[in-house]
């Protein structure tokens, strides 16, 4: 990386941070997968994909949604590397990545449900 130079010194020694920083394009890497989270019906589908194998029809019954709307939601997944897919015949099956990317993205929407949304079997009876 480049060495920069910083135009004032605050006396901060941000120069060996400045050293690991990411490159911009890996920035954006992290930014699309994020940007998956600005759905609600794409986080629920992605939930579920991160506990089972489904297809289009089914994921569809599940969330309440018609086939193209989840049809789309998996596009989005797919393109951002959180979801895969295989073939058998003429159905096609979903299923959360085994990536780190998509484990930790998992972890963070369970634990951000838990934080936000306490429910009932949080609560000893």
């Excluded at 060996?16 to 920035?27: H, N």
């Excluded at 709307?69 to 590397?81: D, E, F, N, P, T």
């Amino acid at each position: 990386m480049q060495q920069i130079v910083l135009p004032h010194n605050h006396g901060q020694k941000i120069e060996q941070e400045l050293q690991q920083m990411p490159s911009a394009e890996e920035f954006q890497t992290v930014s699309d997968i994020f940007k998956q989270l600005g759905d609600g019906s794409r986080i629920r589908i992605f939930w579920l994909l991160c506990h089972c194998e489904e297809c289009v029809i089914n994921l569809s019954a599940m969330v309440g949604m018609s086939s193209p709307a989840v049809s789309h939601h998996l596009r989005q997944l797919r393109a951002a590397g959180l979801i895969v897919n295989r073939r058998e015949g003429k159905e096609v099956y979903y299923t959360a990545a085994k990536t780190r990317q998509a484990q930790l993205l998992h972890h963070m929407i369970e634990e951000m449900v838990e934080i936000a949304c306490p429910s009932e079997r949080s609560d000893p009876k």
